[in-house]
């Protein structure tokens, strides 16, 4: 797919067919569907594969928040004491 765009381009810088002109969208966007496919085979395998661990790559984690990331599990909060 990437040659049938590289291919396109040279028709647009050489005022091609508007056709050809037209089709550069549609490749794009074939090209990042199928990048996202592969990329979620590949973080499906890789949650398979670090199920089991304690640690968990960067990627693999939740991104939510910094704040909500540092904040204390609902195990910690019943666990805490409070100083008076």
Do not use: C, H
Request: proline share 2%.
């Amino acid at each position: 797919i990437a040659y049938e765009l590289a291919a396109f381009r040279v028709a647009k810088v050489t005022n091609g067919a508007p056709g050809k002109l037209s089709k550069i969208k549609s490749v794009r966007l074939a090209i990042a569907q199928t990048l996202t496919v592969i990329r979620q085979n590949q973080l499906k395998s890789l949650r398979e594969a670090y199920s089991g661990s304690k640690y968990l790559p960067l990627d693999l984690r939740t991104k939510k928040t910094r704040a909500i990331r540092r904040a204390l599990t609902k195990s910690e909060k019943g666990r805490r004491l409070f100083a008076m």
